[in-house]
């Protein structure tokens, strides 16, 4: 497995240059240096002189990917493409077009992404479990079939208005809760649960669904039915074999998805004032800041990866049959 | 028995304080503080006042740094006061061998000016670990060592702090970060062409460190003595006192950038462009520009008390009461990042924030209009106590046309008649009814309100697009833009050479979903004519482009004053400034020989009668010439609330929440009254969940009777 884990790592070199590649013409197709300088220093007398000195300051004042007039490396390494890219893959995100140390604003709103998401992560998978349990033990009944209609009715809704009936009723109606903001420690706690509670319930429908056709699938094999020959309860066939033998496709929806929970969510952290990454994308693009568009696009891509690695590991564990190699 | 007491006497207490305000965002208790909240909704790029220059960052900075200049809080039109110095700045006209000149010598002899400032004595910097020193009177934070560093997160890690008197080296200084190429100061290139020694200094430090340059002259700025220093500059430029009122003028201590520059700090985010060091009323105690930011009251700010004159009704408006009371009053100021209106409107009703302004979405739920045209408050608001303050911003947006452009520029009569009839087609009255829900003044001239030579006088009227009827003013009629399309040479809106209708093109950079209806509207007015309007949409930087190489038509812009100067609009209309042949600020390049004169004589000038005059007859060309519609200077709309005080708009000023006061007893009373939490829906879910449950199991009871299939 080790030399598995060591293949796919070098593999994901070559898929993080070419993502980065990519990422740089993408962003440098639509902002030029000069329109990054124009966008950090103002709109008021903004003089080509203070625009080279701009550039100048910030390493923007090379050619994009190949510079003619140096010689030898250099023509290759005297470039933007280079001197941005290269400290990437040490994790050295270098500084923001307006100054800040990247790595450590990264560290510092890691966290408030991952209070937000992870107990949303949480919260929904076991609401989705056990509503798409309860269906498939009801199936066919009327309980089903109003379930799987408010589920399709749930997913055809934008997150968009959950957050903002969520906001309206918890907390403006019945002033339950703050309706954005965020706090450190415990006081974080009740800022929390709004977002959390509309994140998973903004899931409810699309999870249950999805769930409840992997459940299905299970049930109708032969295991099952042993299983109730033996004379156990539905309760305890769906809990203690199905769910059991559910659980692959399970881990692949929830491990890839455990290490990007730090990158956050865009919408959601912007409506509740949460100080989290996503947040911090958003207004980078925004802003036109390259510096933090390629740390963000190039930290979720090794997240992304690490993620799917995880999940190969996590089949070798749940399912003794699979082998890595 | 005992037990039972205090459990049920906490548990009332608890209830009263917490459980009354479930939804309070502030985990802090306010104690016997005065706190004012706020907030931001994006996080400031520069809190260094060499840098800083938008008004989102003004909010911090203006508080914490002290210009030797202010304006005066209440007084308008607006009048500077001295701030840090101990009276309005001696300034002494030279020609050019240096002798000294009379206050009225002419333009043409004055070859430099110098503005001789004197501060007050016994300002000091507010707390600060640059300033800290040991018992030996050394720098304790100067030479700071790898490992201090590492365990270092923010400025309140420091143990130590200290302080330092305010010297007139430290204005100096700063002009000396002005000029220096490693700050890139966004003014830098405009003092080079004032401020003698400036752009000789800038080459000479341009490889040195930022902290350097403190034993480096600059030949324009001299220190006379600890408290008096010396700026000159080139020729005669009246307005150049409104610069030194501005945060690039503050003074800076030489320790500061000592400090900042130590290797490893800028690594840490600790820096000067995050964590200020001024003399102003508050010092920044927290900066987390990613959820909050706090200012307190800085402990050694110099005594300074609320004006005691001002408007002839600010008595009436109880903007005097605090007259002569010293400054400041307010003890913290809360700053919360909130990006979303919905959030920040709420937080705003349920009495979190203390003021607020009007969004789109929430303009209806605020304001109402009267019968005969005004606004006031919806019952809703007036129930809460709110209050409405409306204030004309000393800013216009305008409808421009490129004067380099074949078809709508040009000093032709036949071009001059097509941006006529333009103009009076498109609306403003109408724009501003539907966009801007009536927060707007359609404008007359180039010259907002508040600046000097705006002509207030309500019969004061651009006479190409508007008449005096009946004791109101009344937007010319379409037919009169239709004849001038015929003497334009475009009856009916055709173009003679292609005998179609006339094909005039409308760049913006506002290419958004949300910006469609405007750009539709525009077309609509000039359809009006018969002229087919083609929307160009890019984004902003293609559209800036544009406007650069002239390659614009007809377009939308802006502009927000610096100082209520009239210098600070005319120059965008001033040849010398063109887009296009300069690089400068005059986006329509415009360029009138006459205009170009009266703009020189003009801008030299003291304000007097005959100054006024000129600015009148310049009023008088560009409304001729129509190298642009003048749309609207913006009106903005204020609410706050009932324990909010002091509170005058003040367009030129940064530094007012000095001025502000809170009632802190009724708001605690009015917030708990506002946000009492409503619990019964959630037990009417519980029941309703509860009895939804019984025909499920009772489902499954049968279901599980059943034989297996």
């Not at chain 1, 090794?302 to 049959?321: E, K, Q």
């Not at chain 2, 002798?99 to 007050?120: C, G, M, R």
């Not at chain 2, 334009?488 to 179609?500: C, H, L, R, V, W």
Request: aromatic content about 12%; hydrophobic content about 40%.
């Amino acid at each position: 497995m080790i030399h598995y884990i060591i293949r796919r790592l070098l593999y994901a070199f070559p898929l993080l240059i070419g993502i980065n590649i990519l990422t740089f013409m993408l962003f440098f197709i639509i902002n030029s240096p000069n329109d990054m300088a124009r966008m950090q220093l103002g709109q008021k007398h903004v003089t080509e002189q203070a625009i080279d000195n701009w550039k100048q300051q910030h390493g923007y004042n090379l050619p994009l990917l190949w510079n003619p007039t140096a010689t030898a490396e250099k023509k290759l390494t005297d470039t933007i493409f280079y001197q941005k890219s290269v400290g990437l893959f040490l994790f050295r995100f270098g500084s923001s077009d307006n100054g800040r140390n990247i790595s450590a604003d990264i560290k510092e709103r890691a966290w408030p992404s991952l209070a937000v998401a992870l107990p949303t992560l949480c919260v929904g998978l076991l609401v989705d479990i056990t509503f798409a349990l309860l269906m498939v033990l009801f199936r066919q009944s009327y309980l089903d079939r109003v379930g799987t209609a408010l589920c399709v009715v749930s997913m055809s809704i934008s997150s968009l208005f959950y957050i903002i009936a969520g906001q309206f009723v918890i907390s403006k109606l019945l002033r339950l809760v703050p309706i954005s903001g965020y706090d450190d420690g415990l006081d974080a706690i009740k800022f929390l649960i709004l977002p959390v509670l509309i994140g998973a319930f903004s899931g409810v429908g699309s999870g249950v669904r999805w769930y409840r056709t992997l459940f299905l699938e299970e049930v109708s094999k032969d295991y099952v039915r042993t299983a109730r020959a033996k004379g156990l309860t539905e309760i305890q066939t769906l809990f203690r074999h199905v769910l059991k033998n559910a659980m692959i496709p399970i881990l692949t929806g929830v491990v890839v998805v455990l290490p990007t929970l730090f990158m956050g969510s865009l919408i959601t952290e912007s409506f509740f004032s949460i100080p989290g990454l996503g947040s911090y994308t958003i207004d980078a693009i925004n802003s036109q800041d390259f510096a933090i568009v390629r740390a963000m696009v190039f930290l979720g891509s090794v997240l992304y990866v690490i993620g799917l690695l995880l999940t190969d590991i996590s089949y070798t564990l749940v399912d003794p049959r699979v082998r890595l190699s | 028995m005992q037990f039972g007491k205090v459990l049920l006497l906490s548990t009332v207490l608890l209830s009263a304080c917490t459980a009354s305000q479930l939804n309070n965002p502030y985990s802090e208790d306010e104690g016997t503080q005065s706190v004012l909240y706020q907030s931001f909704n994006e996080r400031p790029k520069h809190l260094d006042p060499a840098v800083s220059y938008t008004s989102n960052e003004y909010a911090f900075i203006g508080q914490i740094y002290e210009p030797p200049f202010q304006y005066h809080y209440l007084k308008r039109p607006y009048q500077l006061v001295p701030l840090t110095a101990s009276q309005m700045p001696d300034i002494r006209y030279l020609n050019q061998k240096g002798a000294a000149l009379e206050k009225n010598a002419k333009d043409s002899d004055i070859a430099f000016t110098d503005y001789v400032i004197t501060i007050q004595q016994g300002i000091r910097y507010q707390p600060h670990p640059a300033l800290a020193k040991d018992a030996n009177n050394r720098y304790q934070y100067h030479n700071l060592t790898a490992t201090q560093i590492e365990s270092l997160n923010t400025l309140n890690d420091f143990e130590h702090t200290g302080s330092r008197e305010l010297i007139a080296d430290d204005y100096a200084y700063q002009i000396k970060r002005l000029a220096h190429p490693k700050i890139q100061s966004p003014i830098a290139e405009i003092m080079k062409n004032y401020i003698i020694g400036f752009d000789d200094f800038s080459k000479q430090v341009s490889d040195k460190p930022k902290a350097a340059i403190k034993d480096i002259a600059m030949s324009g700025v001299e220190v006379i003595s600890p408290y008096q220093y010396r700026v000159r500059i080139k020729g005669k430029y009246p307005q150049f006192i409104f610069w030194l009122a501005m945060p690039f003028f503050s003074p800076m201590p030489w320790e500061a950038d000592v400090f900042y520059n130590q290797p490893g700090l800028a690594e840490k985010n600790i820096s000067l462009d995050w964590f200020p060091i001024g003399t102003g009323a508050y010092l920044l105690s927290e900066n987390n520009p990613n959820r909050r930011m706090v200012l307190l009251k800085n402990p050694l700010y110099h005594p300074e008390t609320y004006p005691t004159e001002g408007e002839p009704d600010d008595q009436q408006k109880g903007l005097l009461v605090d007259a002569g009371k010293p400054l400041p009053f307010i003890d913290k100021v809360v700053f919360m990042l909130e990006k979303e209106t919905i959030p920040y409107w709420t937080k705003f009703l349920q009495g979190y924030f203390d003021a607020s302004g009007i969004a789109s979405d929430s303009f209806d739920q605020a304001i109402q209009f009267t019968g005969n045209g005004g606004v006031a408050l919806t019952p809703s608001m007036l129930e809460k106590g709110i209050k409405l303050q409306t204030t004309v911003e000393t800013s216009i947006a305008y409808m421009g046309f490129n004067m380099l452009d074949a078809t709508v520029g040009g000093n032709s009569e036949q071009a001059r008649k097509l941006r006529l009839a333009i103009s009076i087609a498109v609306d403003y009255d109408e724009y501003i009814s539907i966009f801007m829900n009536g927060r707007g003044l359609p404008a007359q001239g180039f010259l907002p309100p508040g600046i000097y030579g705006y002509d207030d006088n309500n019969q004061s009227h651009n006479p190409y697009l508007y008449d005096w009827v009946d004791g109101k003013l009344q937007h010319k009629s379409i037919d009169i833009a239709k004849q001038l399309m015929v003497e334009a040479g475009y009856p009916n809106g055709i173009d003679p050479k292609t005998k179609e209708p006339l094909i005039l093109y409308f760049d913006t950079g506002l290419p958004s979903i949300d910006d469609r209806p405007r750009s539709a509207w525009y077309r609509k007015q000039l359809e009006k004519l018969g002229i087919m309007l083609i929307i160009r949409a890019t984004d902003y930087n293609r559209f800036q482009e544009k406007i650069r190489t002239g390659n614009a038509q007809i377009f939308t812009w802006g502009w927000n004053a610096d100082y209520p100067d009239p210098e600070n609009f005319f120059f965008l209309l001033y040849g010398g400034n063109g887009k296009v042949k300069y690089g400068g600020e005059n986006a329509v390049n415009y360029q009138n020989p006459t205009f170009d004169r009266l703009f020189e004589t003009m801008r030299n000038m003291d304000n007097s009668e005959q100054r006024y005059q000129i600015i009148q007859h310049m009023q008088d060309i560009i409304r001729h010439d129509a190298p642009m519609a003048f749309g609207f200077y913006p009106k903005r709309f204020s609410l706050f609330h009932s324990w909010y005080k002091n509170l005058k708009a003040n367009s030129m000023a940064n530094n007012e929440l000095k001025y502000l006061r809170i009632d802190s007893a009724t708001r605690t009373q009015k917030r708990q009254e506002w946000n009492k939490p409503i619990a019964w829906p959630l037990a009417l879910g519980a029941v309703l969940f509860v009895l939804l449950l019984i025909p499920a199991i009772n489902a499954y009871r049968r279901h599980i009777k059943e034989p297996l299939p």
